[in-house]
């Protein structure tokens, strides 16, 4: 376990590297060690500051829950991150060149509760009362910390995705309001492409078998920290396609069929 102070160190670098748009090296390389309660400190260590210097949390990511995303990043468990403010961006958001060091993007199903959810023994049944609508979204990913040591080869581990605040970026939510009880999240995907050009396609099922898992699982987690999900918190369930890469000058749009259709654009 990381002391304090080596914790505060690695906060430090992942804020100057987010503000500076240099990434910096990978935590697992400087303390092998490292366990998730040191991550998710560093996390938490890194939130706070962003809360003090005048942000505010809306809500929670969940990653790693389909085997696209594990398969992408070598990865089996999953993580969380939190949402702040200034993540959220309009559909067809025209993404300022520069505010993202290496942006990616993934289609995903966004949960807006109704009322706060907390607990270790919450279920399915909780989080779908709990639960005012769902709708598309795209989540913006970037790596403050490099995907992988070029001196050494080694990639990435979950400690340093955790510590990246799960590599959370950004937010695209789409503007159709969904009851739960009017859609099989299950069957509920996209076609997504890049410039015209189709990437990826996925279904909600590819979530753990189904994107309330996700949330049931996040729920259970933020318990054994005393947290839980709050009334009108976005929570994005996970990603049920594989990472796009999202360069200069694309265009990425989202077509989730009769729910609707979602973009942004990367200046």
Same mark, same amino acid.
């Given at each position: 376990m990381l002391t304090t102070a080596e914790r505060e160190a690695?906060?430090?670098?992942?804020?100057?590297?987010?503000?500076?748009?240099?990434?910096?090296?990978l935590i697992s390389g400087r303390y092998p060690d490292a366990d998730l309660d040191d991550a998710y400190a560093i996390q938490a260590g890194w939130i706070k500051r962003k809360i003090a210097a005048g942000r505010r949390v809306?809500?929670?990511?969940?990653?790693?829950t389909s085997r696209a995303m594990q398969s992408?990043?070598?990865?089996?468990?999953?993580?969380?991150?939190?949402l702040l403010d200034d993540?959220?961006?309009?559909?067809?958001a025209h993404i300022p060149a520069g505010r993202f060091i290496q942006p990616r993007i993934e289609a995903e199903i966004a949960f807006v509760m109704k009322t706060p +959810?907390? %607990?270790?023994?919450?279920g399915i049944c909780d989080v779908l009362d709990a639960t005012a609508y769902v709708a598309p979204a795209l989540e913006i990913l970037d790596t403050r910390i490099v995907r992988v040591d070029r001196e050494t080869g080694r990639a990435r581990t979950v400690i340093d995705t955790i510590a990246d605040n799960a590599a959370n970026a950004g937010i695209v939510l789409g503007g159709q309001a969904i009851r739960t009880g009017d859609v099989d999240m299950r069957w509920m995907g996209a076609i997504v492409s890049r410039n015209a050009v189709v990437e990826e396609t996925g279904l909600g099922a590819g979530v753990l078998n189904h994107p309330v898992r996700g949330i049931v699982w996040l729920v259970r987690r933020l318990a054994a920290y005393g947290q839980g999900i709050d009334a009108g918190h976005?929570? +994005?369930? %996970?990603?049920?396609?594989r990472?796009?890469?999202a360069r200069h000058g694309d265009t990425i749009v989202a077509d989730y069929g009769p729910h609707g259709t979602l973009s942004c654009y990367f200046e």
């Amino acid at each position: 376990m990381l002391t304090t102070a080596e914790r505060e160190a690695q906060v430090a670098l992942l804020d100057t590297a987010e503000r500076n748009g240099v990434q910096t090296g990978l935590i697992s390389g400087r303390y092998p060690d490292a366990d998730l309660d040191d991550a998710y400190a560093i996390q938490a260590g890194w939130i706070k500051r962003k809360i003090a210097a005048g942000r505010r949390v809306i809500g929670w990511k969940i990653g790693l829950t389909s085997r696209a995303m594990q398969s992408a990043l070598n990865i089996e468990t999953q993580d969380s991150g939190v949402l702040l403010d200034d993540m959220m961006f309009e559909d067809g958001a025209h993404i300022p060149a520069g505010r993202f060091i290496q942006p990616r993007i993934e289609a995903e199903i966004a949960f807006v509760m109704k009322t706060p +959810l907390r %607990g270790a023994d919450v279920g399915i049944c909780d989080v779908l009362d709990a639960t005012a609508y769902v709708a598309p979204a795209l989540e913006i990913l970037d790596t403050r910390i490099v995907r992988v040591d070029r001196e050494t080869g080694r990639a990435r581990t979950v400690i340093d995705t955790i510590a990246d605040n799960a590599a959370n970026a950004g937010i695209v939510l789409g503007g159709q309001a969904i009851r739960t009880g009017d859609v099989d999240m299950r069957w509920m995907g996209a076609i997504v492409s890049r410039n015209a050009v189709v990437e990826e396609t996925g279904l909600g099922a590819g979530v753990l078998n189904h994107p309330v898992r996700g949330i049931v699982w996040l729920v259970r987690r933020l318990a054994a920290y005393g947290q839980g999900i709050d009334a009108g918190h976005v929570v +994005l369930a %996970g990603s049920f396609i594989r990472p796009i890469e999202a360069r200069h000058g694309d265009t990425i749009v989202a077509d989730y069929g009769p729910h609707g259709t979602l973009s942004c654009y990367f200046e």
